[in-house]
């Protein structure tokens, strides 16, 4: 009954399903709903940082919840059984829920088992009451499916019979004449073979006997000759049904044809699922190769930057210090520049006062070869008297005091201006010589903070050249992990090539056991059919015998009314 359902559920729910809903599904097992569901997690796992959130329903509580809506759509709606095109009587039945039916109300299975035997056994009876027919109709319940009779049900919308009340059946009338056979089968069904027609003419000229004087109405004697022509015809049928038939060679012939294309089909898919285990196998290693690639490729990336981002900031710190100490240097240079400016114009102001003390100093002596040569020059008259002597002395030595009070004064004068121009020119000596120690104090400072500026530029140079690698083996890496992605998305294509192989191996093995089940239905019918026409012929052979060795009218009238049967499973066994 639920295949019945879903084939008209299909057509009205089938553009709203989800594409991972696998129940229900043709030709879907559980693994290749696994498959599919694997497949499609991990190509939205590929991204980094994605998620995946799976959620499962319980497919019971689901159908729970649909009982009230299907009770409350179908109550009091018409509902016929339909049979091909002849339709049942519409019926308005009283629906219960299926947890807890009410009384007189009947599994929807039962149901449905019941309406099965119903037919099948009226239709293995037939109308016309003839056994051939019965047989040829007749067909297993566990064989029939939905193409050999069609919908069984309907209703002004969505209908379920299933949920039918018992009182709903029993007005239902099925026109078992017309179930399952066509009307070319019938008629070739109905049609007696060669054999069955003589076996028919020799019974009718049996019943026609020209004495009926003492036999019952219905039946004649038979002369010797009539008998053994139907004894012949006895044994040449039993020869006849004792062989096999051409039609069960072939059947047996295509069974067993069937039987191995069902084990190739079968080989193939199993070879097919062992390939797509390993595909799933080497899809399953590629995604891990793929994520510990991605992880190293990560963790390098990470510490590049973080050595990078390190050296960055001590680059930065270098160059914030060189800049400071070319600051400090540039302002210790141009305060030494001022000094050692301010020094020279002192050293020029204390030579220009050498030369002028020098100037001064010759001045004085040429003044005194001048007075010298002045005095050589003047007549100098010796006193003549001891009182221009004596006064001559007198004011020459006044004249000596003076200049040597002067030459004193001035000698006094010099020595003190050249104590003091000694004295600053030791201290710019001093200061000149501090200055050139601090010059060489921070000279050499300097050079160390170049020598440490040329260590960052060779280790920033290192860091450069570590970076590039990195960043050629990321490259490499990034190929790889493209050739990767591309054998991942081939990977895919074949693991979708192979499903659809082998749903469509499958279907093909489904066929071909489909085909094999029909026809090993028709073989059983067909055997059936000899078994009960060599069952009858036995019979008839036997009432025949039993009949010729009878020795009054009685005990033919009583054999006749012993054989008086309507079904072939009437007839006793022999």
């Known amino acids: 009954m639920e295949r019945l359902i879903l084939t008209h559920l299909r057509s009205v729910v089938s553009p709203t399903l989800d594409p991972l809903q696998f129940a229900y599904r043709p030709n879907i097992g559980v693994e290749d709903a696994v498959i599919y569901f694997l497949q499609r ?18 497919f019971s509580s689901a159908f729970n919840t649909l009982t009230a809506w299907t009770i409350n759509y179908l109550s009091e709606r018409p509902q016929y059984v339909r049979l091909r095109s002849f339709p049942g009587e519409p019926q308005w039945p009283r629906l219960h829920a299926l947890s807890g ?32 027919q019965g047989l040829g109709k007749a067909k297993s319940s566990s064989h029939l499916d939905e193409s050999d009779f069609g919908p069984l049900v309907g209703a002004d919308g969505l209908v379920d019979s299933s949920l039918g009340d018992s009182s709903s059946l029993s007005s239902v009338k099925l026109p078992a004449t017309h179930f399952l056979l066509t009307k070319d089968q019938e008629k070739a069904i109905k049609a007696m073979t060669p054999e069955q027609e003589e076996t028919a003419s020799l019974l009718s000229s049996i019943s026609q006997a020209p004495d009926t004087g003492f036999l019952p109405p219905g039946y004649r004697l038979v002369s010797d000759s009539e008998w053994s022509l139907l004894q012949q015809e006895l044994k040449n049928a039993g020869r006849k049904l004792g062989r096999r038939c051409e039609l069960c060679s072939n059947y047996e012939k295509q ?5 191995g294309q069902e ?14 285990r390993q595909a799933n196998d080497h899809l399953e290693r590629t995604i891990t190769e793929k994520q510990d690639l991605e992880d190293s490729v990560k963790l390098g990336n990470e510490e590049t930057t973080a050595k990078v981002a390190a050296l960055m900031q001590r680059v930065q710190e270098s160059e914030s210090l060189l800049n400071s ?20 114009q002192s050293r020029e102001q204390l030579v220009e006062e050498l030369r ?17 040569e002045l005095q050589q020059q003047e007549d100098f008259g010796m006193p003549s008297s001891e009182s221009e002597l004596q006064s001559l002395v007198l004011q020459l030595r006044q004249d000596l005091v003076n200049l040597r009070a002067a030459t004193e004064h001035q000698e006094e004068k010099l ?33 160390e903070e170049m020598a440490s500026f040329s260590s960052l530029r060779t280790e920033l140079e290192r860091v450069k050249a570590e970076k590039e690698q990195l960043q050629k083996s990321l490259r490499e890496k990034t190929e790889k992990l493209e050739a990767v992605e591309s054998l991942k998305i081939s990977l895919e294509q074949q693991m979708t090539e192979l499903l659809s192989s082998k749903r469509a191996l499958e279907s093909q093995a489904l066929d071909e056991k489909d085909k094999a089940q029909r026809l090993q239905t028709e073989l059983d019918v067909s055997e059936q059919v000899q078994k009960d026409f060599v069952k009858l012929s036995q019979t008839l052979q036997v009432q025949l015998e039993r009949i010729r060795q009878a020795e009054s009218l009685d005990r033919i009238k009583a054999i006749l009314n012993d054989t008086n049967l309507t079904d072939i499973n009437q007839l006793p066994d022999t």
Do not use: W
């Open 41 to 58: 997690t991990l190509s939205h796992l590929e991204p980094a940082g994605s998620a995946v959130r799976v959620m499962f329903f319980d």
């Open 101 to 132: 039916r009410g009384r007189g109300s009947r599994d929807p299975v039962e149901f449905c088992r019941d309406s099965l035997r119903r037919v099948q056994s009226t239709d293995s009876l037939g109308s016309s009451g003839s056994p051939q």
């Open 255 to 259: 069974l067993q044809a069937i039987q």
């Open 263 to 276: 084990a190739e089909t079968r080989d193939q898919v199993k070879k097919l699922q062992q390939m797509l």
């Open 325 to 344: 100490l070319q600051q400090a240097f540039s302002d210790a240079k141009h305060s030494t520049q001022e000094q050692m400016s301010a020094l020279m």
């Open 356 to 372: 002028r003390l020098h100037r001064d100093n010759e001045n004085i002596l040429n003044k005194q070869r001048l007075h010298t």
């Open 415 to 447: 020595k003190a201006e050249i104590l003091f121009l000694k004295e600053q020119i030791q201290a710019e000596q001093c200061l000149k010589e501090n200055l050139e120690e601090t010059l060489q104090t921070e000279i050499e400072g300097y050079k």
